[in-house]
């Protein structure tokens, strides 16, 4: 019973991560909430891998290897 819940855990890690959008970054701020007059989190350089956590309307909240924010959409082209 042991050996195939672990196989059933290892199948839907493996399908969670199938299901996990990427997209490149064109670079610019990263911000704290969806607004162009949000605070400032940090800035990201053109052409880095981000993983899409969510949307709402024209932005998206992107995850880098070491920080994560709002962006406008249309600086994330989307990969699968």
Do not use: K, N
Not at 27 to 42: A, D, K, T
Request: charged residues 15%; proline residues 2%.
């Amino acid at each position: 019973l042991i050996c195939c819940s672990g196989i059933l855990l290892c199948a839907v890690s493996f399908a969670a991560a199938l299901l996990q959008t990427h997209g490149i970054f064109e670079g610019g701020s990263l911000r704290s909430v969806p607004e162009q007059s949000s605070g400032i989190v940090s800035e990201m350089e053109s052409g880095h891998r981000v993983r899409i956590a969510d949307s709402a309307g024209e932005w998206t909240y992107i995850e880098g290897s070491t920080v994560s924010g709002w962006v406008p959409s249309d600086t994330v082209i989307v990969i699968h």
